[in-house]
């Protein structure tokens, strides 16, 4: 049976709560009061899981070593080089169990790796099976799973076992030391590299290992920006506008947990503190229900609702700091929730609707969060009496701005929002993350996610860790945004523009962010025909958000149209009128109202997904011919 056939069909068998993300929003958030056992009880759920997910997943097939025991990932259609990551989850799951079938799973990955993954010549580990061409900058989370695995699991391994991986560990070791500084790659290299040379110069008392760990340490104090973001992934410097090459979901789900980890057990007093009041800015950008918002970020290819595709996840980072900050704590549980809801067939999705959807997941998000949560088992969970259990976000705080990414979030009554005009791209990407002042994200504390966005133009920049979307039937884009199609079918967007305007103004009773932008393309040209400015401007009342959008004078040729996708999920009913849109769900209704007639491309049954991040919508598009003369208003309210 066809995959996506296959995973339609399932689910009739699954209840229509667990499909529900408006059911997740809707939980009583300020009664939530996480202690340790919450959160390790909620970790060791997923981890139970997870591990049977990745079990189910690995090949039995003696004989042939291109497969035998790799772990098989249904949405890539291959098997992932890091998949051996799962090496570690195993291990604790035949702790946690008693079940030598789990042990036997971490070996035969083990041996996998060896035989398709390893450079013999370099002495180092490789991301992609069979291709030792490929990036071996992976090396360091190679080294660091196989290591957490000696420290932790010695009994299960055995004398004789553990040997031998600390004799290829020592050579993967040197080649870290050799390879990986302060400009190596994107930051989070040397981020997680400066936690694993310190624990491996533990291992082997090396001290060169430690004190490169220290080198590294201090040059990464070099990378936070003034309002706290740390930087450095697609490059080291910041613009001429004052803006810098930052992804949250690397940040809070590598970088930043590393560093705290390093910090903590270095004794780096200088760094913790740096890292501390960082993981209190990033915390700003995860929503109520425990989503990262990172709809802005230079790496947003591969956002999802919970972190990132390929990282590791943010749990134990965050609880290293939780005794400075029992936020940090109530952040995981959330966060642990968030992941639990996108788990289905024992395997995390990339978000809520993927399963929906019919996609197949990559299975990287699985093994790689896992490795994450058997590091959170083995910390400490503070018992937190009295937890500060509103998240920034859960705040009603009008506007705050951060220069660094050019991006403002907005919070009145109900509506949590995002508007950037960020222009820093991932290295020579063009039309990636939305910029212009768009709407990235819009969030209802009832409703959930109402409006979030994708890449401009979805690229597949890491090819083997991002899905194909020719295998999805109605693929789109779902940042809202302004385009202009001319004869020979070029695209120009609002959302693509590089020098954008953006300002705020703040009363009581009203939110008004103003936006000022052109329709350009990927690579900022107008057409020949000129391109008239966009205004555009997001207003946020306690029970209403509207946008309303003009242009200063009329467009010469080609097709304007404004296109809202609205989140949806196939499993909520809507209902569409030539002026208005319902979409109903368990906590309520959803209304969008248009001044100008509201057109769309697919049936009221069906949806359009997008990958990033793991959403579906429902399109609504309007023809703006007019609107140098009448501004076109959206309102939304519940």
């Known amino acids: ?16 709560m667990l499909l529900m993300p408006s059911a997740f929003a809707a939980a009583n958030w300020d009664n939530v009061h996480p202690d340790g056992n919450q959160l390790q009880e909620l970790a060791t759920k997923l981890l139970e899981k997870w591990c049977r997910g990745l079990l189910a997943h690995q090949t039995n097939s003696p004989g042939n070593k291109e497969t035998h025991g790799g772990i098989y990932s249904p949405g890539d259609g291959i098997y992932l080089g890091r998949s051996a990551d799962a090496i570690y989850p195993f ?54 799973t196989k290591l957490e695995a000696i420290l932790h699991y ?14 290829r560990l020592y050579r993967a070791s040197d080649f870290i030391f050799r390879t990986i500084g302060i400009d190596f790659g994107n930051i989070n290299y040397p981020a997680t590299a400066a936690l694993a040379l310190f624990q491996l110069g533990e291992l082997f008392q090396e001290d060169k290992y430690i004190k490169k760990a220290e080198e590294i340490a201090n040059g990464l104090l070099h990378y936070f920006t003034p309002d706290g973001l740390f930087f450095g992934e697609g490059g080291r410097e910041g613009n001429a506008e004052g803006q810098y090459p930052i992804d949250l979901g690397y940040n809070v789900e590598e970088s930043l947990p590393a560093m705290a980890i390093y910090a903590k057990l270095s004794g780096n007093e200088a760094l913790a503190s740096k890292v501390f009041e960082s993981m209190k800015a990033h915390l700003e950008f995860m929503l109520p229900n425990g989503a990262w918002d990172n709809s802005w970020g230079t790496r947003s290819f591969k956002w999802t609702l919970w972190g990132s595709r390929t990282s590791d996840g943010c749990h134990a980072g965050y609880n290293t ?59 400490k969970t503070k018992q ?35 508007v950037t005009a960020y222009n820093v791209g991932y ?36 090819r083997f860790n991002m899905l194909d979307e020719s295998k999805v039937e109605n693929f789109m ?11 020979e079918q070029r695209v120009y967007r609002n959302i693509s523009d590089h020098h954008a305007e953006i300002t705020s103004t703040e009363t009581e009773q009203e939110l008004i962010i103003s936006t000022t932008s052109r329709l350009v393309d990927g690579e900022n040209r107008a057409p020949e025909t000129g391109t008239p400015k966009v205004y555009l401007d997001y207003r946020v009342k306690k029970d209403v958000f509207s946008l309303e959008i003009a242009l200063d004078k009329p467009i010469v040729k080609g097709k304007l149209r404004f296109i809202f996708p609205v989140i949806c999920s196939a499993q909520e009913e809507i209902e569409l009128s030539r002026i208005s849109l319902k979409c109903i769900k368990e906590t309520g209704t959803l209304t969008v109202r248009s001044n100008y007639p509201i057109e769309t491309t697919i049936p009221e049954s069906q949806r359009v997904y997008n990958f990033v991040p793991g959403l579906q919508a429902f399109p609504l598009i309007i023809d703006c011919a007019e609107i140098h003369d009448k501004k076109l208003v959206l309102t939304f309210s519940v």
């Open 1 to 16: 049976m066809h995959r996506r056939l296959f995973l339609k069909n399932t689910l009739a068998a699954v209840p229509p």
């Open 91 to 144: 291990l604790w799951m035949a702790k946690h169990t008693n079940d030598n079938k789990y042990l036997e799973a971490a070996l035969k990955v083990y041996d996998w790796e060896q035989h398709n993954c390893w450079s013999e010549e370099l002495g180092c580990w490789y991301n992609d099976a069979n291709r030792p061409d490929s990036w071996k900058g992976i090396t360091v989370f190679a080294a660091m």
């Open 154 to 167: 010695p009994d299960l391994l055995g004398e004789e076992r553990v040997q031998e991986w600390k004799n």
């Open 321 to 379: 700091f939780a005794d400075r900050a029992p936020i940090f704590a109530e952040a995981v549980y959330r966060n642990l929730s968030i992941l639990d809801a996108c788990t289905f067939n024992n395997l995390l999705q990339s978000g809520p609707h993927e399963f929906i959807e019919g996609v197949a997941p990559s299975i990287h998000h699985t093994f790689n969060h896992a490795k994450s949560l058997v590091n959170l088992s083995h910390t």
């Open 384 to 418: 937190i009496d009295f937890p500060q259990n509103e998240l920034p976000r859960g705040k009603e705080y009008g506007i705050k701005k951060f220069d660094s990414n050019n991006t403002i979030l907005f919070s009145k009554g109900a509506w949590r929002g995002t």
């Open 427 to 462: 290295k020579t990407e063009i039309n990636g993350h939305a910029s212009g002042g768009a709407l990235t994200l819009l969030f209802h504390m009832q409703q959930d996610m109402v409006s979030a966005a994708s890449m401009t133009e979805y690229q597949r920049w890491e």
């Open 477 to 487: 884009n779902l940042t809202p945004r302004l385009e202009l199609t001319l004869d």
